[in-house]
């Protein structure tokens, strides 16, 4: 999985291209929110357009994200969910949970 990181104002974008299906992959993500945080940003937005699958292991980092930067003071959105990650998210019932977006710019401009 290969992750790039931009900034839209103070918000950090993640796009992300590949699987999350656990392994050094998953854990790069939480890392990168973990630096994210001690450089003093807090609010994220994972762009998942280019991420083709994941499993219970990735959404399980998105949530341990998502807990690192609420407990920082920010926030996790979720941007460009394909059909197969979209319906993995409604049947953990994490639509409900996280802000979901078309995209990333628009996510970003939610903050």
Partial sequence: MAISKKM???V???SMKG???GGPDTTAIHDTIKDLVEEGIANVVLDMSKVNWLNS???GTIMASSTTLSNAGGELKVAGLQDKARGLFSIAKLDSVFKMY???ER???DF
């Fill in 102 to 104: 078309e995209s990333a």
């Fill in 19 to 21: 699987k999350m299906m």
């Fill in 57 to 59: 292991v990735g959404l």
């Fill in 8 to 10: 839209i104002g103070d």
């Fill in 107 to 109: 996510a970003a401009a």
């Fill in 12 to 14: 950090a974008v993640l």
